[in-house]
């Protein structure tokens, strides 16, 4: 059984930046891919950035040059650095993960069979 979970989220103004983090628990196979998504009040959610375990990395267009995503391979954490945050940026954040994928770093929430429980994200402006 693996477990994510999320931290990092605040309330932080417009150009400002946050530093999401997912640990994992549980058995984590070398061949993998995670990411994170986002889901605002009364919006669908959305793929946010990707990585696989060959270190591709995928971003939706929204959020290039904005927002990185990273992981330390030793421990399977994942990160997220938000720079340049912008109002429409609010929105719960998870973070997902599944095993030996064939997609690459997808930003398709239905390839994803683990979820975390998310952390918040408020940008005022």
């Known amino acids: 059984q693996v477990q994510l979970v999320e931290s990092g989220g605040g309330s932080v103004q417009a150009g400002g930046s946050l530093r999401l983090s997912c640990a994992t628990y549980g058995y984590f196979y070398s061949s993998y891919c995670m990411g994170w998504f986002r889901q605002a009040p009364e919006k669908e959610r959305e793929g946010v950035a990707a990585i696989d375990s060959d270190g591709g990395t995928s971003y939706a267009d929204s959020v290039k040059g904005r927002f990185t995503i990273s992981q330390d391979n030793a421990k399977y954490t994942l990160h997220l650095q938000m720079n340049s945050l912008k109002p429409e940026d609010t929105a719960m954040y998870y973070c997902?993960?599944?095993?030996?994928?064939?997609?690459?770093?997808?930003?398709?929430?239905?390839?994803?069979?683990?979820w975390g429980q998310g952390t918040q994200v408020t940008v005022s402006s």
């Open positions: 997902a993960a599944d095993f030996f994928t064939v997609f690459g770093p997808s930003l398709n929430d239905y390839e994803y069979n683990y």
